[in-house]
């Protein structure tokens, strides 16, 4: 029987969660990572060692069946550690967006990631153990004009993980929250917000780094980690500041030039 414990990771082809799964292959998790692009599988081919198995699921989580895909595939296998890291921006002005492309936002973000929790978060509670990541965001803390169903569903999951943990504080599972600013990833590209200002900035943060601090603070079973100095002053006035203003502020971040 292998004896290595056994992590999920979602939304794990490129960026954040790319470099969450190689933090769990590196201390000798073995992995089930999902994405819905075929680079799952050159992610998969980058982590595999001969001490640590990978497996990979190609399915869009934005849809109750991927979702359900995911949780077939984990089946009765006790999860050590699940890092819910899915998710998708989306630019413009709320009223000009898609609404479809709106709420597959919601899909993805909240929807399939509550679902995803609630199935393997049971299996913890049950056995007494384990260890949940939840990828938020410092976007979560303002009204994010030109970006609002986005920091919207970042808000809900900032919340949600402090409840959930408050829940489960004496069920030996930790949740842990991770709050990313502008991190160099496709982020910007996939949500069309290459033409603003925080998208064609140079100043983002290198995913490796965020993703070993949120790796590091679940591993410790601490609340939450925001990565980043700025982001943690962001976070710091957030409740200080009027959401007024705040809402203009990101409005320079995140308006079509």
Known sequence: MN??????????????????AKCCAHDGYDLLI??????????????????????TLMADLGTREGTAALCEAIADRPVDALLANAGRGLGDAFLDEDLDKAVDVIDLNVVSTIALIHDVGRQMRARGSGKILITGSVAGFMPGSFQAVYNGTKAFLDSFSWALRNELKERGVTVTCLMPGPTETEFFNRAGMQDTKIGSSDDKDD???????????????????TVGFMNKVQTTFAGIIPDSVLAEMHRRMAEPQ
Do not use: H, W
Not at 4 to 14: D, L, M
Not at 34 to 55: F, G, H, K, N, Y
């Open 207 to 225: 995913p490796a780094k965020v993703a070993r601090q949120g790796y590091e603070a679940m591993e410790e079973g601490v609340s939450g980690v």
């Open 34 to 55: 999902c994405a819905d692009e075929p680079e799952i599988e050159q992610a998969a081919e980058a982590l595999r060692d001969e001490t640590v198995a990978v497996e």
């Open 3 to 20: 004896a290595n414990p056994f992590a999920v990771v979602t939304g794990a082809s490129t960026g954040i969660g790319f470099e969450l």
